[in-house]
């Protein structure tokens, strides 16, 4: 039985869900990167229509949807990265300890929007 020689390397890349994230091939990695756009758009539209309905009426009403507009555009940019960061993981495979290190970025890198986008939005 051969094993799966793309994330059999490291403990963290073995679990179901940098399966998920990590495609098999570089057509795979970019649908996931469109997918992770899209989920990041999803959560920063969902946070602002959250908190249009909770404030509406208030002064900083107007400012959601800017801020929504800017997240939106900030999308484009994190998942070109983000796909940047699974190619060079697939490209130097031949490499293992630096190939894991990026593909370790990357999933480090797919919770960076959402968390940010959730301190500024709680916590400010």
Do not use: Q
């Not at 909770?54 to 929504?68: H, I, M, R």
């Not at 919770?111 to 301190?119: D, G, K, S």
């Amino acid at each position: 039985m051969k094993n799966n020689t793309e994330t059999s390397s490291h403990p963290i890349l073995d679990t179901r869900f940098a399966k998920l994230v990590i495609g098999k091939s570089y057509l795979g990695d970019f649908v996931r990167s469109v997918c992770v756009c899209i989920f990041y758009g999803v959560i920063i539209l969902l946070v602002t229509m959250i908190f249009s309905a909770k404030y509406a009426g208030t002064p900083s009403y107007g400012a959601f949807g800017y801020v929504a507009v800017l997240g939106i555009m900030a999308t484009i940019p994190v998942g070109i990265i983000y796909f940047s960061l699974l190619v060079l993981g697939r490209a130097l495979r031949r490499i293992k300890t630096l190939s894991n290190l990026l593909r370790i970025i990357a999933l480090i890198w797919f919770f960076i929007i959402p968390l940010t986008v959730l301190y500024v939005l709680f916590f400010n």
